[in-house]
């Protein structure tokens, strides 16, 4: 896996929230998202640390996948699964990208809060 350090550009999220908010009440499927939903995505995807949780908490990704952890929080986090990947430290506002190359589950959990655990599936 490899582990790529960035800065979160600040208005990106922000300009997706009210579309993601749009989506989440007035689709057509209708059922709103719980906290053991499991997130989809091919060749890019993230997730968002906040509220001392890991969203979502588990998230499938297809191999060679490349997974953007974003601290929105106002603390520092990690994401750490021993033996196969560690994001070091996330400051607030940063990011950290890490490309899963084989195929498995990845259980991690952040260093600094052991109780914050999150799930990803490479497909």
Known sequence: MTTTRGTRRP???AALLPAALA???FAPWGG???AGDT???SKAASVDIANFAFHPPTLRVGKGTGVTFVNSSKVTHTATR???FDT??????????VRFAQ???FAYHCEIHPLMHGKIIVE
């Open 11 to 13: 208005g990106r999220f």
């Open 23 to 25: 989506l989440a009440l």
């Open 103 to 105: 195929k498995g589950t």
């Open 82 to 84: 021993d033996g196969s």
């Open 39 to 41: 997130a989809r995505a």
């Open 32 to 34: 709103t998202a719980s």
């Open 88 to 97: 070091g430290l996330i400051r607030p506002g940063k990011s950290v990208v």
